[in-house]
């Protein structure tokens, strides 16, 4: 499969949605994807003035169950000194979807269904916003295959769910559902099946609609917040509000608010 065929990118209506498409494997990650998934980044980076919002979604029933064991069983039968510069090429690439999914300016939201295993998770987040459908199941499961995680997981894990229980979902490779996803903080909502894409879609067009200078820095913010004491998050926080002081969009905001109506804020 080519890595336009794994990945499928549509952008309608200011809102980019990358599908993940190997329906057949379950959309486990494999070269063509990853090839894929770089270059859905490269286009949406190059059209980001025209993007509110984006969905990162599967195809077929499930969100992504991880890599595709298939790529390590074949360098199993090579020496490791050949093996271990691949790998090490694979997860770079992999690292830097992360990387680049975390800095977009615009909100990334992930609709998840069927199976979030192994980098689904890491996948699942390093987007801003997740929701998942009732019957979805993850597990983190590198464990099972005898690694350590990646995808920035043992990052994101931490900061979402505390040390304990990252440390219980990373080392145990459990199973568990949609609802505990909720109550852990993994995703913010839990619908039925059938209204996961609309659900879906309603969140991105809200996100796309608002003051998009105002989220990329919010987003901004809370992103760098972890790393900062809080006098230099303050100055952070003091030099974003400037920022947005003077923008159309705080104009149009303080307006709608004094005269009592929606704003139709333009991104700017």
Do not use: W
Request: charged letters at 20%; a negative charge.
């Amino acid at each position: 499969m080519s890595s336009q065929d794994a990945v499928i990118l549509k952008i309608e209506n200011d809102i980019a949605t990358i599908t993940l498409n190997r329906p057949d494997r379950m959309n486990a990650l494999d070269g063509a994807m990853i090839t894929g998934l770089l270059h859905a980044l490269d286009q949406i980076e190059t059209e980001i003035k025209n993007i509110g919002a984006v969905i990162v979604t599967g195809s077929g029933g499930t969100f992504m169950a991880g890599g595709d064991v298939k790529f390590f069983h074949q360098l199993s039968d090579i020496p490791a000194e050949e093996a271990h510069p691949q790998i090490s090429a694979m997860i770079d690439k992999v690292h830097h979807i992360v990387t680049r999914l975390v800095n977009l300016p615009c909100p990334v939201i992930a609709s998840a269904c069927g199976a979030v295993a192994g980098f689904g998770v890491s996948l699942l987040n390093a987007c801003d916003m997740a929701i998942a459908a009732s019957e979805t199941v993850f597990t983190l499961a590198y464990c099972h295959i005898g690694t350590s995680p990646d995808g920035g997981s043992t990052h994101s894990l931490v900061r979402l769910v505390g040390m304990k229980k990252a440390k219980e979902i990373a080392l145990l490779g459990d199973r568990f559902d949609a609802a505990e996803a909720l109550r852990l903080g993994l995703v913010n909502q839990v619908v039925d099946a059938g209204d996961l894409e609309k659900a879906t879609a309603k969140l991105a067009a809200r996100l796309a609609a608002g003051p998009r200078g105002a989220l990329a820095r919010t987003k901004a913010l809370l992103n760098n917040s972890p790393e900062m004491d809080l006098q230099s998050q303050l100055a952070a926080e003091a030099k974003a509000f400037a920022e947005c002081a003077i923008s159309a969009d705080f104009r149009e905001g303080v307006a709608a608010f004094v005269e009592k109506r929606k704003p139709v804020f333009n991104g700017k």
